[in-house]
């Protein structure tokens, strides 16, 4: 009697044991961050649409397969080629999520999020090489803005067929190499320095007109106060000549009048000892002649 009560209670147990387990498989939680795709292990079975955050039960021992239902980030920081075949380093960040409607498809082709996730990193690394190729190194410099929007486009072009959507693309970092970068620098300054000395022309050739003019008023200045200087020269020497013509004429009417008029009778050498005279009186110096002083003057 009490084998058999023992052998019912055991079955019980076991009853009850197994419907906990069934029911504690049957039942799994996503969190709030997480969408999940049922999957049934025993008969292999993808469940069709993707289930958000919540205890959800499915058939016995199923599981879900979860992908993050919030953006995450991608980080590259990578060397590109650009158009000129010029090396470029890059620091690109973006974020991206997977669309719940096509989390079927996505799990057929990749499995699951490990496996996403890389497909879509190699997909970004090549949108960036790509975006690169069409830019030159010039453009890396102006138009940065447009570069951006440039690798944007092309990852929406290659996100689009993996079901992904991105955001918040940052170009954060464009580097080019050293060398370009120092070439680049003197090739600015020595346009710099010509601009410099394009500025700088008009100021000399104005500095040199002036000097040139104030040499020529200068010239002009000298020239005319020789002129002027020679005007009074000549005029003095002409005033001075008439004044010795003017004595010597009054001399000679006085001489006219002592040969002539005067009564007086001057022999030769009477005339040549007034003469002698006049020159001794008029001298500065003494003055020394080799003549016979007049042995009577009859005009005194
Ligand atoms: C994803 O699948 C791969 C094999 O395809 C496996 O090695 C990896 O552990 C899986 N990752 C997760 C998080 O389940
Ligand atoms: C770079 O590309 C721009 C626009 O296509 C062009 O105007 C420029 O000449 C190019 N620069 C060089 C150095 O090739
Ligand atoms: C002057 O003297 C000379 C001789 O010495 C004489 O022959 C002459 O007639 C005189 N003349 C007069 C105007 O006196």
Redesign the pocket.
């Given at each position: 009697m009490g084998k058999k009560k023992y052998i019912i209670g055991s079955c019980v147990v076991v009853v009850i044991l197994m419907i906990v387990v069934l029911i504690s498989t049957s039942y799994h939680k996503l969190a709030s961050d997480e969408i999940g795709l049922q999957y049934d292990v025993i008969n292999k079975k993808l469940g069709s649409s993707a289930e958000r955050e919540g205890l959800h039960n499915g058939p016995p021992g199923f599981e879900f397969i979860v992908f993050p239902s919030v953006f995450r980030s991608l980080e590259f920081s990578l060397k590109c080629l650009n158009?000129?075949g010029v090396e470029i380093k890059l620091d690109v960040t973006y974020q991206y999520k997977v669309r719940a409607v096509n989390l079927r498809t996505v799990i057929l082709d990749f499995r699951n999020f490990t496996g996403y996730k890389k497909v879509l990193t190699f997909a970004g690394e090549a949108a960036l090489h790509e975006a690169c190729s069409y830019?030159?190194?010039?453009?890396f410099q102006s138009?940065r803005a447009e570069f951006q929007e440039f690798v944007r486009k092309k990852l929406i072009e290659r996100y689009n067929i993996l079901y992904a959507d991105i955001t918040d693309l940052q170009v954060s970092n464009i580097e080019r190499p050293p060398e370009y970068e120092s070439a680049i620098r003197s090739k600015e300054r020595a346009r710099e320095d010509i601009q410099v000395a394009l500025n700088e022309r008009p100021r000399l050739l104005t500095e040199a007109e002036t000097a040139k003019r104030e040499a020529e008023t200068q010239a002009e200045i000298i020239k005319n106060k020789a002129e002027s200087d020679a005007r009074i020269l000549t005029n003095k020497a002409k005033t001075e000549a008439s004044g010795i013509l003017l004595q010597y004429e009054k001399e000679a009417e006085s001489y006219q009048r002592i040969l002539g008029n005067s009564g007086l009778n001057l022999t030769t050498e009477g005339f040549i000892s007034y003469l002698g005279v006049r020159v001794i009186a008029d001298a500065k110096n003494p003055v020394y002649i080799g003549l016979q002083s007049p042995a009577k003057s009859s005009y005194t």
């Open positions: 158009k000129d830019f030159n190194t010039s453009q138009q």
